[in-house]
């Protein structure tokens, strides 16, 4: 009898620990599940002065964490960056830098006690590659395209939840991206003049007055078929901020994009002509007459480098449409503006920005004898910012030795879009920005 109960114990203690363990198995196999279903990342992109960068990443974590459950070190994030027009696609990769970590709500604002999303929040800098999502193809299509981002991140140290803990987690599922600005304006394209032209454009809150418009043409690199490129490559978006916007008391943008470069001209490149310039005058007319609280009075029109010589075009053969132009690092040259040019030119209120170490474009064969021809000409609205170098201004990024990051002295553009431009005119000092908002055809 004894040893039939023993071993009746031994099979029940043995089924227990057989059930228990499968049981253990089968909810480990579950969490693991779930947190391989659940997790997922997003990208935030902004665009600084050098361009565009993922600056954050928001995990998905699957279930809700507190807020002190996290640190900088909590994931390690990797990626790697392709470009399929490349071969190899392959650009780059490596673990980028995380300098901050905290759980939010989805958006990426902050939790107050529970959350159930991480930000990690990255290092950028203009020499910082790992965070850039574009790529400038310079020895094949000389165009910047926006690449594959792939990333991993794979935690290093275990969240404590109400629950127990969040371990072992490993995201690689893209849920999507924010592209900060960017995604505040319209992307249009249409047929101008037998030409498809990409465009983005951005419109002031409704008022019960009229607004100015400002047209800003891009740089060699951006052209292409997507407009959100002219934005991102390097800091258009500015034209939308509230500090810029002040300034207009609320204006409209208009971000037009050429197929390839607005310097291809009938006979060559930069050749004095543009095969888009009545495209471009087609696509202008058509968004004025869409808007009609656009005040024609008020029309400005401004590029960099390749925007730059298109927007020297457009004064010469379109006078007395624009109330000012501001080129800037602009690639007309000046041998081929001829004394009628001149005339034509300087009915348009005009305000020059270059550097002097600008090698692609030099100031001393475009922007240099340009304005002083204009000048010489009794242009009584012409103005020229004509900077030493380019270099960071924010005090947040430096060289090795502790001075100012210098970018390329063709980089002028930085300037104009902080607004840093500045003249004495009637014994005041004017900012670019101030001076633009203040032209019409009406003065």
Not at 349 to 373: G, M, Q, S
Not at 383 to 388: D, V
């Amino acid at each position: 009898m004894y040893q039939r109960l023993k071993k009746s114990v031994l099979l029940a203690i043995t089924l227990s620990l057989a059930i228990g363990i499968v049981l253990s198995y089968e909810k480990a196999a579950l969490a693991k599940q779930t947190h391989e279903k659940a997790t997922s990342y997003r990208t935030v992109t902004e665009i600084y002065d050098w361009g565009a960068a993922i600056t954050k990443i928001i995990i998905d974590l699957g279930e809700p964490v507190p807020t002190n459950s996290l640190t900088k070190e909590t994931f390690k994030v990797h990626v790697a960056r392709s470009d399929s027009r490349l071969e190899p696609s392959l650009l780059e990769q490596g673990d980028r830098t995380v300098k901050k970590a905290y759980v939010s709500d989805k958006d990426g604002q902050p939790a107050v006690h529970t959350g159930k999303y991480a930000v990690l929040e990255m290092e950028v800098g203009p020499a910082v590659s790992l965070g850039a999502p574009l790529n400038y193809d310079e020895y094949g299509t000389e165009l910047n395209a926006w690449i594959d981002s792939q990333y991993t991140i794979t935690q290093q140290k275990d969240i404590i939840t109400n629950k127990g803990k969040l371990s072992g987690l490993v995201v690689k599922q893209f849920a999507g991206e924010k592209k900060e600005l960017v995604d505040d304006f319209t992307i249009k394209k249409g047929i101008y003049q037998n030409i498809e032209l990409a465009y983005a454009s951005h419109a002031p809150a409704k008022d019960k007055k009229k607004n100015p418009l400002i047209i800003w043409l891009h740089g060699g690199g951006e052209g292409g078929t997507d407009a959100t490129i002219p934005l991102s490559a390097n800091k258009a978006v500015s034209f939308i901020t509230k500090e810029t916007q002040a300034y207009f008391e609320g204006a409209y943008v208009l971000v037009p994009q050429a197929p390839t470069k607005w310097m291809d001209g009938y006979t060559g490149k930069a050749d004095g002509t543009s095969i888009y310039k009545e495209s471009l005058m087609a696509l202008i007319e058509e968004y004025v007459s869409k808007n009609p609280d656009i005040d024609p009075n008020r029309i400005y029109i401004g590029g960099a480098s390749n925007g730059g010589y298109m927007t020297m075009l457009m004064i010469r053969d379109y006078p007395k449409y624009f109330a000012a132009a501001f080129p800037v690092c602009e690639g007309l040259n000046d041998r081929l503006i001829t004394n009628q040019d001149i005339e034509k030119m300087k009915q348009t209120p005009i305000w020059f920005v270059a550097a002097k170490n600008d090698t692609v474009l030099p100031p001393t064969i475009n922007t240099l004898p340009t304005y002083e021809r204009l000048v010489k000409s009794h242009s009584n609205n012409v103005y020229l910012s004509l900077f030493e170098d380019v270099h960071d201004t924010t005090g947040l990024y430096k060289n090795n030795d502790g001075s100012p990051y210098q970018y390329n002295g063709h980089s002028s553009w930085i300037y104009l879009y902080n607004n840093e431009p500045n003249a004495k005119i009637n014994g005041s000092t004017t900012s670019i920005m101030e001076w633009i908002s203040k032209q019409s055809l009406k003065n």
